[in-house]
């Protein structure tokens, strides 16, 4: 089946403990992506990566970091996670074809993973 | 700010009415897309229209969009209960940056 896994699914951490959530995809796609969900902000991304060995900031990166040496893994690296991190952290991937450019150049839909409930007390 | 904002945040209709929402973005697109997302649940793809298309169709969605306004809006027609959840419009940049709205609300009363 052709999906986003992400894990843990839940978490509880302390201030501080350098945690990470891992995300596997298995559809061969190019682009990956984390995106963090906070109530009345809709979600945000954090970083996101291209290819591998590819990576780039999303709007709100300060606090995180990513990897991407395999196509199929991106992590999501929390050195030392504080309360404000506290969030719904979602995976995505995408097929991201570029061809030229215009409207007919891309197809970017994304698969989202079930989602990490991150709390850091 | 938002490159997406829909509106509005929330939207309550009784089962069978029609759902409209509308989604404002800010710079150059190439394609919108539409996502649904029940509560707490990864996002799932509904939709995506081209910034060279004006309306698109699937099943009982309907996507406008309007590159001089840039806006889009999302219409349900004869809604369920199993509508019931968060909507989002996305856009991208070629670079790869995706930009998500806050959402829309919708539920959907038996």
């Known amino acids: 089946e052709a999906q986003v896994t992400q894990n843990p699914r839940y978490l509880i951490t302390v201030t501080g403990k350098k945690l990470t959530v891992t995300c596997s995809q298995n559809m061969n796609h190019e682009y990956m992506s984390w995106y963090r969900q906070d109530p009345g902000l809709g979600l945000r991304q954090i970083y996101y990566?291209?290819?591998?060995?590819?990576?780039d900031k999303g709007d709100v990166p300060e606090g995180y970091k990513v990897s991407r040496k395999e196509k199929r893994n991106f992590p999501l690296i929390l050195e030392s996670p504080s309360p404000n991190q506290t969030s719904l952290y979602f995976c995505?991937?995408?097929?991201?074809?570029?061809f030229g450019t215009g409207p007919e150049s891309s197809y970017n839909e994304q698969f989202f993973g079930p989602g990490t409930r991150l709390t850091v007390l | 700010s938002q490159q997406g904002e829909e509106d509005p945040q929330a939207l309550s209709i009784q089962e069978g009415e029609n759902a409209t929402m509308n989604c404002s973005y800010k710079t150059s697109i190439n394609n919108l897309q539409w996502y649904r997302q029940n509560s707490g649940r990864g996002l799932v793809h509904l939709i995506l229209i081209r910034s060279n298309e004006r309306e698109k169709h699937s099943g009982r969605l309907r996507v406008t969009l309007d590159t001089s306004k840039k806006s889009s809006s999302l219409l349900i027609t004869a809604s369920r209960a199993a509508d019931t959840a968060s909507y989002f419009c996305a856009t991208d940049t070629n670079a790869g940056k995706s930009t998500f709205g806050d959402g829309t609300t919708l539920t959907v009363k038996p």
């Open positions: 995505a991937s995408s097929l991201r074809k570029l």
């Open positions: 990566s291209m290819n591998v060995e590819v990576t």
